[in-house]
């Protein structure tokens, strides 16, 4: 019989946690590094989503929107339209309404780079070419969205949810990852919520110039193109167009 104030040597403690949108909680054990439970990673969660009423970005928020497209305040954006959410924590990292609208329909994903310290790489099928985006800044990966391989759809229907692409921990420039790192160096060169209306503005006009060039009849009144007008190029346009706004190489080098 233990002395009171005695620890069971055979007993093992741990903390633990369970989800209340589970219809039955399973308990779990629990860190600092407790993936998309810790912080606001919950908000790229399928059980959540599927059960929450999550923020739709420019619907009922305070988000700003750009010709309908929603520029999340508090992401950060590659200038490739690849966004970055962290906390301080765990962080996350998908395209953008921008890009979303433009690729219209996705027919495979690809994952480049699955964990380990990297830059995120994924490659999109789209119109029989294979498009690669690279973030422009290393991270710790500690997991992908899979269920993108096999329902590519969502990353067009919810580009800021339940289509995110990476999960990742923000690592310091030239050192191995430490657990929970400052965000700078992940942040590095990316354009911030407050300058991403201005910036997402430019972009937008500069694509509707973009296709205004390529074909004058198309948007011969002024306006913008249509969300499927990536169906009617050519493969040569379509690379054309893949080069100029979301290639790896337009993510370093542009300033706001």
């Known amino acids: ?110 994952f480049v780079t699955t964990s380990g310290v990297h830059q995120p790489s994924v490659v999109f099928s789209v119109c029989g070419v294979d498009w690669a985006m690279v973030f422009p800044n290393k991270v710790m990966i500690t997991s992908v969205n899979n269920y993108l391989r096999h329902a590519p759809e969502r990353l067009i229907a919810d580009p800021y949810g339940a289509g995110w692409l990476f999960e990742a ?34 972009e937008v006009d500069r694509i509707a110039d973009f296709v205004h060039h390529l074909d004058p009849t198309t948007l011969n009144d002024g306006g913008y193109p249509s969300d499927d007008f990536i169906q009617h190029l050519s493969r040569e346009e379509v690379l054309r167009l893949m080069h100029e706004f979301f290639a790896p190489h337009a993510a370093w080098g542009m300033a706001i």
């Open 169 to 202: 921990w923000p690592v310091p420039s030239g050192k191995a990852p430490a657990g929970k790192e400052e965000a700078g160096a992940a942040t590095c060169g990316l354009i911030n919520g407050e300058q991403g209306y201005a910036w997402m503005k430019s």
């Open 1 to 110: 019989m233990l002395a009171s104030g005695d620890k069971c040597p055979l007993l093992d403690e741990r903390p633990v946690r369970y989800c209340s949108a589970a219809s039955i909680p399973h308990y779990v054990p629990w860190s600092e590094q407790a993936g998309q439970c810790g912080g606001s990673g919950h908000q790229f969660c399928d059980l959540w989503l599927s059960v929450a009423r999550p923020r739709v970005p420019g619907q009922g928020s305070h988000d700003p929107t750009v010709n309908g497209i929603a520029v999340p305040r508090d992401l950060w954006y590659a200038p490739n339209h690849l966004w970055l959410q962290t906390d301080g924590g765990a962080c996350h990292i998908g395209i953008d309404g921008f890009l979303a609208r433009i690729l219209a329909k996705v027919d495979q994903i690809s």
